[in-house]
């Protein structure tokens, strides 16, 4: 039978950066301390093609995720990012004639949580991870590694809050006086989704766990399945009493990082994104920002 | 060559309801009075097929499309319906061994709209059309047609407001006089989609724009594309006047068909459906209702 | 604190048939003989709403699910099924004002199979499972019950094959030779999505492992995430030998139903929808049935 | 009133690179020699954002949008890339703190295409247009643009093929015979979608038309809405005598560049990707590359 993907392309001269499976689906068993999370992730897997070859053996990528993802349902692994590791390297290992491979993961997440103690339920968040290998000249690996998540909170707006105050001390002069300041007015506010992703140093770690509160402890809330009256209330006032437009969200977020991680290194890169869906359009606000975290702590200094 | 569709099936007495196309997407153009709407339509289309036959001439369907919808971009058609009913109608004359037909259409939709006059600029609807026709004993056909709409607005929740107005007044106590009974306090707000679809009678017509206002209506508020900050306020104080669950929301639209409607029969079916993208829930909240008009009369009479 | 659900609603006289939470996500831990199933669950729940009542008590829903779905972490369930209809009764014992309750719930889940007993690797599918609950006139609970799945396949179309056959013996006058009648030969395949849903009767049971097999036996050939070089051409051939319009999968698989789920009673409710992502068109083509399980023993046995 | 949005941020020192708008809708009409184009596009626009600011102006978005866009309704414009070039101007002169401007917009485009002269009707592809401004020390703006199109075809796999034709002379030993040779043989096909984007030069241009032609050359086959029997033979025959890995239709396609667009300079840049859905897996297969025209130009010529 001929190896029709080892025969030589039409079309010369022409190496290919990437090429692999995409869309994959695959259950994925991380043990954490307290107990096993069991993910359902999305992979996209590839590897760069040189040009005298036709075709990428493809098949060999299913198996990897086979070995690797597959079987953390009888041997859990530590983190999805270990995972992703230990794709891309196997990767370069069946695809002899790459330079490099990479691997993007995505999978839903769900952490306990509540307003209270007594209201905790399962809330969801997707994780991220990514991992990628290059082949160097003698033939040593080298690993490039990302970990990050998304979390959805709650945003109210700063600006229209002050219209709406400055409309009802209008219609309602006593509103203006001092001790009425602090009193916080309606204005709109809506769904926000906010990811932020590592790019890590070799050695750096995080934990997505800490990443998530970061997270949502930059949003104006966070928000929570289960919200009796009163807890109702009480998202409702701390997202006005915290109104923040997506640029607050985002800045907030990266001034946060150095106290949050002190242990990632001043190359590590960070990327940031926030989207709020408006209630008041019909369309999203976002912000985004990539950095590195030596910028960051440098200029928050300043 | 073999007409393989013709066949008989090897699975033999099965008469299948529905066989067709899906997700097929054609430019319709409609003449209104004021400026021809280009619409890029989703469609759904089929007939029946008997038990002595292996396959339904699909093609047929692609081609009526082909003569019914693309021909519009010379000769505008009326309106989306109609030409949904001209496509059923030619679907159970192309397939003679059919008895039934149906045609399902959803398409964007855009209106100049604004907060105020000088704030004008395209909005984005759904629109949504259905036909059924089907063919009796004596070969005459009988047709169903469905009108209808999807528009997206936002509500603001009267609960979150009451229990926030009690938290306030326990910390600002000057707020227990009456003259703040109607102040506008902080709740949740958020992007709502509603959808109203008629049921129509022989002869019973409705225009998708007086569809899509009726929805607008019901919401807390419309939302729209320009909002400087004043029209922000106006926007939010006016969501925070009229504050509302989505069963608030639905019962207001039924409420308000017969009289937007009333050239409507009382056999008209109304199937209507509102969604609330919570902004304190990672979830949504959802009201549905299905109920004729006529019942609608009589409800809101007694 | 006022209890703003409990209010009389503005608009008198309309109860509304559904007002509950969609697009909530939850893990659900199912245990089976061999292993535990982690799903990912997509829960829409809802009750109806007496016309004199303002609001649904929306957090009690929430409270449901955390009771019933987050515990089986530590206490798994049977099934995705058995899940719903606990939480459909305790919809009705939560919301006293209700008469009627639903759920509808879809998952992702994945099973080992393989082309061959050395190729096994996970599978993904769809889990469906929906429960109604209706309270009679003396307070006597009514439940229905759904159960279904959704597999991805793929189907070779037969009439292609055909055409395709006689342009080729034109041009190999060879071909027309009887011995090669049975050589398979070119034609379109493509993805199929195929949906299998019963409706239970009371005490109806059915094991999703084997709606999945019964789904996968109906398409031209299931489809596998390990392929290499040889399987590939088994998969091929097997699909070119069965080759499918979606109506001879659609009736395939109903005929296949009585043999094959002996244990159900004639009054189970069938639902099946197949869709092919066609390959020589942008467009899908779909197929889809209603009936009885008695209907269909009765029409193949005549 | 205050200005919020220009009040210094609680986080200093943090400028952002990107605030804006995304998902927002529109309609643009695009003129061309024959005939209006009427597109519904998704625009994401946005600013950086100076570090001593609080928030961005986005309603300024949004007006920019209505006045650019809105308005092709009675005055259209030549493409959706000239449209994004002026939105992208009007970006930096509204937002005076800004240096740098993005738009992404995506449309959906509509082709009378056909198997042949009869069978035409309209075919559906997506555009993409981009541009970014650079506000330079001096005051003076550097504008880069993209442009591209997304096309589905066909691809059938050659591996497979040969697979199959080796087990089908196994079982039929006369079709070794050299005059079977080229006899091609069933193989596993499936829908692709390509999409091809170049970042062009000052004065580059190419015509979108064009870039779908391109990219449906490279496919085993383009696809049709409408075929009958003898087209579906001919299209079925097409992509089997051209069998393509997602491979080969990636260097197809970029091999075809240099003499397809003759007119592009060397430094324009070309990002392309595609994806076969496969038919016997449940994931997709991709490629994708990033590469100048000089460098096709020279690598090819070597």
Redesign the interface.
């Known amino acids: ?2 190896d ?2 080892a025969m030589a ?6 190496r ?12 994925l068993v991380v043990q954490r301390a307290e ?1 096993q999370n ?1 993910l ?1 992730v999305t992979f ?1 897997v ?1 590897v760069d ?1 040189p ?1 005298d070859r ?3 053996d ?2 060999r990528n ?2 990897i ?2 070995e690797i ?2 079987t953390t ?1 009888t041997r859990p692994v530590d983190s999805l990012e270990s995972a992703c590791s230990s794709i891309v390297r196997e990767l370069l290992v069946r695809h002899p004639y790459a330079r490099e491979a990479a691997v993007e993961a995505s999978a ?1 997440y ?1 952490l ?1 949580k509540g307003v209270s103690e007594e209201r ?5 968040y997707t994780l991220i991870a990514e991992a990628r290998a290059t082949r160097g000249p003698g033939g040593e690996v080298e690993l490039g590694r990302a970990v990050g998540a998304e979390a ?1 909170g ?1 945003t109210a ?4 809050m ?3 105050r ?3 001390v209008r219609e ?1 002069p ?2 203006a006086a001092s ?2 300041e602090s ?9 926000n989704r906010t990811r932020l992703v590592f790019e890590l140093e070799d050695g750096g770690d995080v934990e997505v766990d800490d990443v998530i509160d970061t997270i949502e402890a930059s949003a104006s ?1 966070p ?8 807890d ?6 701390r ?2 009493r915290r109104p923040k ?4 969200v ?3 977020l ?2 946060s990082l150095p106290a949050r991680f002190p242990q990632l290194s001043d190359r590590t890169g960070v990327r940031a994104t926030t ?1 709020s ?14 950095v590195s975290l030596g910028e ?1 702590r440098q ?2 200094e ?1």
């Open positions: 039978m001929k029709v993907h392309p039409a079309q010369g001269n022409l290919l950066r990437s090429v692999g499976l995409s869309g994959i689906r695959k259950p107990r069991v359902a996209r590839g093609l040009s036709k075709g990428s493809l098949s299913a198996e995720l086979a993802v597959d349902v839903e769900f306990q905790r339920s399962f809330e969801d959805v709650m707006c700063p600006c229209a002050e219209t709406c400055a409309e009802l309602f006593e509103l001790k009425f009193l916080p007015m309606i204005t709109h506010n809506q769904r809330s928000t929570y399945a289960i919200l009796k009256r009163g109702e209330g009480a998202v409702v006032l997202a006005h437009f997506v640029e607050d985002l800045r907030d990266l001034a989207v869906e408006e209630s008041i359009h019909k369309y999203n606000v976002e912000a985004s920002h990539r960051l200029g928050l300043t």
